[in-house]
């Protein structure tokens, strides 16, 4: 037994108590900190667009070149979605706030069908874009950078999915909506 735990007379179990160097809550930090992850790994995607698109000496004038071509409405559409969705998850989080709980529970089910909407909308963007994967670096990034952020959408969904079951289960409230809000 140590000399600390001899003179306090009980013995401590488990890692020490977690230095809070930092004003932010560990949550809200890992949050941040997953953010910036995440940032980074776009812009690397798009760095690569810049330099295949901008970059590339072999790059055509018209863009994008033939036979490529965006979807530029269903881009649009997509956009809408997404930026909806916004709007509805901070309802959400504003509602349990103000300890609205159905306010929590419709903002919540409305931005996991806008989700919903919205990869669907992309998996009908794949089916006819007319080009894959395989047909050159401008494909391959368009793919790879939509693939990633659908990704991101589905395991968004997945967790708003879980918040919106504990929000119907009364887990929630104003005092205690951290995990709605990160």
């Not at 932010?24 to 980074?40: H, K, R, V, Y």
């Not at 509602?95 to 989700?115: E, F, M, P, Y």
């Amino acid at each position: 037994m140590s000399a600390h735990a001899e003179a306090s007379g009980h013995e401590h179990h488990g890692p020490p108590a977690a230095n809070r160097s930092s004003r932010l809550d560990p949550a809200t930090l890992g949050m941040f900190l997953f953010i910036a992850s995440e940032a980074m790994l776009f812009g690397a995607f798009f760095t690569a667009y810049f330099f295949v698109r901008v970059v590339n000496p072999l790059a055509p004038a018209e863009w994008p070149p033939p036979p490529y071509e965006f979807p530029v409405f269903v881009a649009a559409v997509n956009t809408a979605i997404l930026v909806t969705s916004s709007f509805t998850i901070h309802w959400a989080t504003q509602s349990i706030k103000r300890n609205d709980r159905n306010g929590l529970r419709a903002g919540l089910v409305c931005t996991i069908l806008l989700g919903t909407a919205f990869l669907l909308t992309q998996l009908v963007e794949y089916a006819h874009v007319g080009f894959n994967t395989s047909d050159g670096a401008l494909a391959s990034v368009f793919f790879g950078l939509t693939g990633v952020h659908g990704a991101h959408v589905a395991v968004g969904l997945s967790l708003l999915t879980i918040s919106a079951v504990r929000s119907f289960k009364g887990h929630f409230s104003a005092e205690h909506h951290h995990g709605v809000e990160i």
